[in-house]
């Protein structure tokens, strides 16, 4: 019956005449579903509403006269009573508002949301409800306008790449390796002891007859003046001007920059040198194209040779994109070549071993001993030992005098060969400069 029922956790909530605060004394009509203070209810009492239940009225709109049929007037009131319980859980059956809608499901996990928000206003949270949605529609339409985007930009590289050639792409490749060698103007006096101070002489000539830019102006120990400009054009336009003003008691020249060297290894042909030079050519015409020529042909093995050229920047810069070149039947592979070479009984640069009549010294150690009957645990590089105490530096010297990786004196030695040579690019300097010979073991 309805009049066994009771008010479910509902009752306790907050209600827009309370938006802030609990009422708890509260009694709702079971037909209207209105909600009155239980005192407020009392006093309206006579206006024929009725209690049926703890909390569970009948409003005075919805008395039991109105619910009853007319033809039941003359019953008793507990009669009365009777057949409006009987309508009233009919009502019930189909309005659940006081058993199962009131009633909180837990296995939905919306209204557990709704459950812990219970203080919340509910128009604000229906503001919010609408405003996360909007947010995910709009979230999802941008993901796929970036998609599509990405697709767009991805098209159009695969587009511009398909319209470039082979050559156009491997310079694009190198762009950030390439790099412009300026050459220095040198200027000597024919008459040393003539002017000492013609150094000045050059400046003032720089700065009232040329608006080339200028990044230093040097001198040597040797007296001559070494002037040094941003780029090409500046150093033709600083010469001519040079020139003409200092007259004939002085030479203007312009810095001879040594030609870059590679290195090709693994050829396996048994060609002269006119015809291997002619093989070399058209195999790779879209490569040599520029002045070269064979400084070095010696066997690297058996049935194997190396070569080492000579060649202009641009062959350079084509050869040492790709880093191989092919002759005779097969592809070889291109190193960087350079003029340097460690003497293996005293560590020091570019003599041979053979003709060395220096103190040996071993090239792991330091000591005084072959290197090949060094036992010692301990690395010391005897050329960073000399170069700190000669030119008072402080370079590491814990490590082999092969190493160039970590040898200063090597480092300062590749570095001034790579200011002389007119490299396109940056060269690849090798980790270490040969082999250093094998310590014997002894045998027992």
Known sequence: MAANMQPTEKCDETFKCHSNIKVPKIV?????????????????????????????????????ENITSADHARLDENAKKIIAHVKLREKEELKTCLSGSVLVDTSNPQEQLNKTVRNTDEAQLINDKVEIELLRDLNSELKSKNQLLTDLLELRKAEVNKSKSYAEILKENTKEKVMVKVPDIVIRTKNKSANKNYAQIVKNNIIANTSAQIKNVLSTKAGDIIVRCKNKEDVSRTMSVLAEKLGDNYEVDQEKLNSPKIKIFDIESDLSKKELVEDLCNRNSAVFDGDYNIVADFSSGKNKRSIILEVSPNIYLSVMTSRVVYIGYKSCRVFDAFDLSTCYNCGRANHNHKKCNNETVCLICAGNHDTRKCTSTVKRCVNCMYYNKQYNKSNCIDHEATDVSACGYLKFKYNKIIKCTDYPMSPLIPTHIGKLPVPKTSST
């Not at 579903?33 to 009948?58: I, T």
């Open 28 to 64: 709702i009509c079971i037909v209207c579903e209105s909600v009155f203070h239980e005192g407020d209810f009392n006093k309206y009492k006579s206006k024929k509403g009725l209690y049926v239940g703890k909390r569970l009225v009948v409003c005075s709109d919805h008395n039991i």
